[in-house]
Every structure is written in structure tokens, then in C-alpha cells.
């Protein structure tokens, strides 16, 4: 069984949806502080499975409160990726969970149950709510409020020591009061009769299974951990610090000797040091870590006569490093012109540099470096970089860890090598349509032979929404999958265009028609005009959540009418062939960047795509290759 | 205690079915023995025509409300929406069926209430 008083609240944060859930959150969260619970609020990009699951591992509260997205079998987090679903709830056995969320009761509610949870509230039907302002403090709402006090009056009876039959009631007839006020006092607002509507929908479709009579609380005295010597943010591989504090009782402020303080390591099941406080209620310890980012944490489980307590968590760094590009690539370059770039490699968190430190420069879509130098005195590095192709290439640079160090790398820097031409429509039109839900993209005619290397989409990012998203290209005449370009993430919201680019240039014919698509996440979208028929390819079978980034291949295309027309705003970006040029493709299977040589010089590593003059070449690759 | 009333606007929203004909409380209000009939049946039966064209009703007359839910798929449903999916008794119309037909009995017992029945 969970721990008596400690208290999990999960408050995803990233739709606009859950904006006014958090903030509903917070009066329960308050609540358990009035109370002296133990709490634990996991927020934002906190509220998802893996931080969930290693919060109830190392914490062990005996109530899980959540809100979010949901459905019959799946209660999801921050992202909208599920944090437990009927076929994987077993961390919620000993456990009571509610859940503020649609339609769980029909399936996750039970498995919880049938998984050894204590008792589970929450909703048969989608629980829905009507708002003035969805980003408001639902009790500041004129609409919201009463939805979230009837829903909050569950977790909240709980917490004040109710039994789970008794916080239902208590929740119904919060409900009750508010379809009342609306009946009354707030009859002759115009809304009025929506607002009743989803109230007593909600309220009818709470439901409650397992142990009716179950408590989160109960009656040992309330202790706090009082830290006096803080783990340091950063430490060297294995250098000593210590980790000091006090147990005492929260009222009286009377220490507590004798009792078991464990110092744990977040995400970690076994402690990494279990001590025992002395007469005046102190503990003490020394510790040495290997390098690692580390989140430290004490705690006292409780006994008989006290409630459980644990302190912060400390972040500790140990080992880690930064790596900084001061003079970053052009955007472009010619071919044959020669680039520098500089930087330096420094200690995380202290800033200091790291001589002798081998670099390595890389090229996406290689995974061998394509080049390596060391560190100065001042922990500086410099790379010559040339290209004698034309193309779009994207490079970063890396710092691979070593005994002492953990590794690092920078970010990835596109370089156009030449001047690159285009086929598809590079101006904006006008009708925005999600990527989300649908892919979508247009055919293009190829006006020559040559070679893509990138696809440019104008796009809408929404700032509510974090997100992914990628670009393809399709042979039009079979809708083959020709490629796919890297993956971008987006944190706050833009509109414009935007490249995506592929590891490996991808050809094209002259006289053959592409099919240029995009897709992403929630909260994507593209623009296409009306008036091209059968120009646009279109999509509503693949879920999102399902399906991304599993581009399909062929690609099946929605066929109605308004389906097929239009001209999305997305192009390619091309190199064309040389007369006299040929393209030589090497591809490996099962294993990958095997080297590939012309004429005895070592070309690149496969998958790879060279052009060569006309004329007699001898290609090699190793008769083995060890991996 | 103040007393409940029908919500602003549902006078004019059609509430029971009658041989084919929707009839508004207005209506029966003004037809004291229907109204009678109506509020001391022991079973009405309510068909989705009356409960979609009473959300369509409401719409028109600008009051019906966007509802946000937590669900994965369809968080968001407007007006609009609410009707499309009722119209095609999708999973999510049967679920705002089933709401409308709650509101839809409250409704009838505050008239009954307001009735003095």
C-alpha cells in the first residue's frame, strides 16, 4: 500500500485545454498544503509517464490525483502520450486514484482495480465543461467555475480525511448546488441551459469502484527534513560532497532521533545511503558519485507515531559538459570554398574549459565523423570545412564522453553548398489546414534531373501546442515513398517557411511527377488554395498519435472532391544533374556506413548518393565489415 | 430560497413531441390542458429529432455554448459540431443525446415545479 498523506498531483499544461485544468489543479494542490500533506506536483513536461512512474516509485503516495486527456483505456500527460492505460496500471496498485479526465471508468477504472489499486473516481462519459476564458482560473470564470469546484470537491474531501463514498457525495452535491445557482440566481443569463446541460452530465457520470470506505490520510503527527548542507550543483567524476540536515516534528519543532533518513537518487528504487538521526535530530553523510546527472532527495518514511516527509531535490552535475559554436557556418557557400568554424568545449554549470579534448564534426545521415581535432589551452577547437558537391548538407559538433566527462554536442547548422533551384509553389496561399489530423501535400512536375535535398513548407506552429514534424516526397505516378526529411521540433509558436532536410539527396527524373507532403503533430497546420483540381493528395486515415512519424508507403489518398483540390504552399530544393554527370547510389542492409570508395579514395559511407563524370570508375566496398 | 425557473430562452424551445409537432413551453402554456397532459404522463417518449432540433434551436438563438472536454479526440465542440455528430449518432452524438435528454427531464420538473404539480 501507498504512503498514508502523500499526495501526487499530475498537471499537464501544453494543450489549451488543460491551461484552465492546471490552474483548477492548483486549488487542490493548496488544499493538501493547508492540510499538511505531503505533495507532489508534476507539471508541464513533468506531467508524462516516465517522471509519473519513477515520482510513484521513489515517493510511493498513496493518492494519484490527474487531469488531462483520456479516453476508454488511456489517461494521458503533457503531451498527450498515455501515462497509464488498462493493459499497463499496475504502479497504481495500493494505491487511490482520480481521475479528471473522459471516459476512463469504462476501462482504465476497472483495470486499476483488477491491477491491486484501492479504489479509482472518476468518469463514464466526457466530462465536459462550458468557459468564458479557457486560459482563466476556472473559479475566476463566470462559466467554469462550478465545474471545477463540484469536480475538485472529490479530491479535496479526500484530502480533508473523507472516506471515497463520502467524497462522491460531497462532489455530487457541490454539482447539485450549481445547477441550482444556475436554475435560480443565473437563470436569465442567456447560457444558462448549456451550463445546466454539463453539469448534470458530469455529475451523473462520476463513478466510483473499489474500496467505498478508503482514506488518503491518517493520524500520525507531521515531520519536516530540514536540510543544513546542500549537495553542490556541480562536482568533478567521483569528487566527495556531503548531504546534511534535521528531522524534526512540523509543530513543535522537537527533533526526532533515532529515526531512518534514506538519501535516494530520484528514478532509482534502492536508496543510496540509509542513515539514523542522532539525539538532536541530525543526519549526515559523505558521498562520491560517477559522472551523471543526478537528482538528490531525503527522506523519512514514516512510523508509527509520524507522518512521512522528504525534502527537495537537488540537481547535481557531475562531470557534465557544455560544447559552444562562437563562429557558426554560413547559411551558404560555394563549392570548393574553404569555411571555419570555431568554438570551445567548457565544464556544465562552472564554465570552466577543457584542454586536450577530442572533437569530432559531423554530417547528418553519417555517422562516422568527417572530421577530428583536439581542444587548446583554452579549450578552443576549430574545423575547416569544404564541400566539393553542391547540395544542402547539416553538420554539428560533438565532445564523446571519456573517463572523466560526460559528452556533449551543438546544434545542427544547414549549409547550402551553391546556388539550389526549385520546383512546387513557393508563394503563400491563403486557406490554413491542420497537418495534424491530416497529411496533405501537392504533386509537382519535375522540371529536370537531379537532386532534392530539401523541402521548404509554409506552416502555422501554434504556441499552446509543443510539437514534431517532418516533410516527404513521393514518386506521384505509384506513390512511393522516396524519403523522408529530419524531424523538427517546434517550443513556441511561429508562421512562415521552414526547411526540412534530408540525411541523403533523394532523386528526381526529369518529366516525373512528386508528391510533396508534410505532417506533424497537434497544432501544425499548412495553407493551399482552392482551384488546382486533382493537384492536392490528401489524408485523414492516419492518426496522429498512432501513426507519426510512420510516413505511409504508398501513400492512400482521400478521394472526394474536396479532398483533391488545391495547391499547398511547400517546394523542393534541387541540385540538377550535370551533363555528363551520372548519380551512383550505394545502399547496405542490415548494416549501414559501410565505406564506399571511386577509384580507390574513400567517398562516404553508405546509404550514399555521388554523381561521377562520365567515364570508367572502379567502386569498392570491404568484402567485411565488423560493427 | 429563490425559486428555480426554465433557463433564459428555453420558453421557446421545443420540449415535448406531440403527434409529429414539436411544442415549445410557450406553447403549452398557452394550451392549459396540454400542458396538463404533458407534465402528468407517466412516460414521454422522446425521439433524437426533438432533442437535435432543440440544440439546433438553442444554436440558432446564439446560446448554445462551446463545451471543452478532456477527451483525446475531440476536445473542443461547438455548436455546430454538437449537431453534426448528433445528426450522425456518432459515439460522441450519443453521449451529447444522452446530455441534452437530461436537460431536457430538469427542464419538465421545473415545470411541473413552476406548475404547481
Known amino acids: 500500500m501507498g504512503i498514508f498523506n502523500e499526495f501526487l498531483n499530475i498537471m499537464p499544461y501544453n494543450c489549451r485545454y488543460c491551461v484552465q485544468g492546471f490552474k483548477g489543479m492548483l486549488h487542490i494542490s493548496q488544499e493538501a498544503r493547508n492540510q499538511k500533506l505531503e505533495l507532489i506536483e508534476l507539471q508541464n513536461v513533468n506531467a508524462e509517464k516516465e517522471p509519473v512512474w519513477n515520482t510513484l516509485t521513489a515517493f510511493d503516495p498513496i493518492f494519484v490525483n490527474g487531469f488531462g486527456h483520456g479516453n476508454n483505456d488511456v489517461y494521458t500527460g503533457d503531451s498527450e502520450t498515455p501515462i497509464f492505460n488498462s493493459w499497463e496500471c499496475d504502479i497504481l496498485s495500493g494505491r487511490i486514484v482520480y481521475l479528471l479526465s473522459c471516459l476512463t471508468a469504462n476501462g482504465l477504472g476497472p483495470a486499476i482495480i483488477n491491477a491491486g489499486g484501492i479504489a479509482y473516481g472518476g468518469f463514464k462519459i466526457s466530462w465536459g465543461w462550458v468557459s468564458k476564458d479557457i486560459t482563466a482560473d476556472p473559479y475566476d470564470d463566470w462559466y467554469a467555475e462550478g465545474f471545477f469546484r463540484a469536480s475538485n470537491e472529490f479530491p479535496i474531501a479526500l484530502i480533508q480525511g473523507a472516506t471515497i463514498n463520502e467524497a462522491k457525495q460531497r462532489s455530487i452535491a457541490v454539482y447539485n448546488q450549481w445547477i441550482d445557482i444556475w436554475e435560480t440566481e443565473r437563470a436569465d443569463d442567456p447560457d444558462s441551459a448549456s451550463a445546466i446541460k454539463w453539469l448534470i452530465s458530469d455529475r451523473d457520470g462520476l463513478v466510483i469502484l473499489g474500496d467505498v470506505n478508503a482514506v488518503i490520510t491518517d493520524v500520525g503527527l507531521a515531520t519536516s527534513l530540514e536540510i543544513t548542507v546542500k549537495p553542490p550543483s556541480y562536482l568533478r567524476h567521483e569528487q566527495a560532497f556531503r548531504f546534511e540536515g534535521i528531522l524534526k516534528e512540523s509543530i513543535t519543532g522537537n527533533p526526532l532521533a533515532g529515526r531512518t533518513v534514506q538519501i535516494m537518487i530520484f528514478e532509482r528504487n534502492t536508496p543510496l545511503v540509509t542513515l539514523v538521526t542522532n539525539s538532536n535530530g541530525q543526519w549526515s553523510c559523505g558521498i562520491s558519485l560517477p559522472k551523471g546527472f543526478y537528482r538528490l532527495y531525503a527522506i523519512f518514511k514514516g512510523d508509527e507515531q509520524y507522518r512521512s516527509t522528504f525534502t527537495d531535490i537537488y540537481k547535481v552535475y557531475v562531470g557534465t559538459t557544455q560544447i559552444v559554436i562562437t563562429t557558426p557556418p554560413p547559411e551558404s557557400m560555394e563549392q570548393n570554398e574553404v569555411i571555419t568554424i570555431t568554438g570551445f568545449l567548457r565544464e556544465e554549470i562552472t564554465g570552466i574549459a577543457l584542454p586536450n579534448k577530442v572533437i569530432n564534426l559531423y554530417q547528418a545521415g553519417v555517422t562516422y565523423p568527417i572530421g577530428t581535432t583536439t581542444t587548446d589551452a583554452s579549450g578552443v577547437w576549430e574545423f575547416n570545412i569544404t564541400y566539393s558537391e553542391k547540395g544542402r548538407f547539416s553538420i554539428y559538433v560533438k565532445f564523446h564522453e571519456d573517463i572523466e566527462y560526460l559528452g556533449s554536442q551543438t546544434l545542427s547548422y544547414e549549409i547550402a553548398v551553391g546556388t539550389l533551384l526549385s520546383f512546387g509553389r513557393s508563394t503563400k496561399a491563403n486557406i490554413m489546414v491542420t497537418a495534424s489530423q491530416m497529411i496533405s501535400g501537392s504533386i509537382f512536375l519535375a522540371p529536370e534531373k537531379g537532386l532534392v535535398y530539401s523541402i521548404v513548407c509554409y506552416q502555422q506552429l501554434s504556441s499552446i501546442y509543443r510539437g514534431k514534424h517532418a516533410c516527404a516526397i513521393y514518386r506521384a505516378s505509384d506513390l512511393k515513398l522516396l524519403g523522408i526529411t529530419d524531424e523538427r521540433k517546434w517550443e513556441t509558436g511561429t508562421t512562415g517557411w521552414i526547411m526540412f532536410v534530408f540525411s541523403r539527396p533523394i532523386p528526381i527524373e526529369a518529366g516525373e511527377e512528386y508528391l510533396l507532403i508534410a505532417w506533424g503533430t497537434l497544432g501544425c497546420s499548412l495553407y493551399f488554395d482552392r482551384g488546382y483540381p486533382n493537384r492536392r493528395y490528401a489524408a485523414y486515415n492516419y492518426d496522429i498519435k498512432r501513426d507519426y512519424p510512420n510516413f505511409p508507403d504508398p501513400f492512400i489518398r482521400d478521394t472526394e472532391p474536396g479532398m483533391t483540390d488545391g495547391l499547398v504552399s511547400i517546394y523542393a530544393e534541387y541540385v540538377p544533374a550535370v551533363e555528363g554527370q551520372h548519380q551512383l547510389i550505394v545502399m547496405s542492409s542490415p548494416e549501414l556506413n559501410v565505406p564506399v570508395s571511386t577509384n580507390g579514395n574513400i567517398v562516404g559511407y553508405t546509404p550514399i548518393t555521388k554523381l561521377l563524370a562520365t567515364g570508367e570508375h572502379v567502386i569498392s566496398v570491404p568484402e567485411e565489415v565488423t560493427t | ?117
Open chain 2, 1 to 117: 430560497m429563490s425559486k428555480r425557473k426554465l433557463p433564459k430562452g428555453e420558453e421557446t424551445i421545443p420540449i415535448v413531441e406531440i403527434e409529429g409537432r414539436f411544442h415549445t413551453p410557450q406553447d403549452l402554456r398557452k394550451q392549459p390542458y396540454l400542458l396538463r397532459q404533458v407534465l402528468g404522463a407517466r412516460v414521454l417518449t422522446v425521439s433524437e429529432k426533438l432533442l437535435i432540433e432543440r440544440v439546433r434551436e438553442r444554436s440558432r438563438q446564439g446560446r448554445e455554448r462551446t463545451v471543452y472536454r478532456f477527451d483525446r479526440e475531440n476536445p473542443e465542440l461547438s455548436p455546430e459540431d454538437q449537431i453534426w455528430h448528433m445528426e450522425r449518432r456518432t459515439t460522441i452524438g450519443k453521449e451529447l443525446l444522452e446530455a441534452e435528454q437530461k436537460l431536457l427531464e430538469e427542464e419538465l420538473a421545473i415545470l411541473k415545479e413552476t406548475a404547481g404539480m
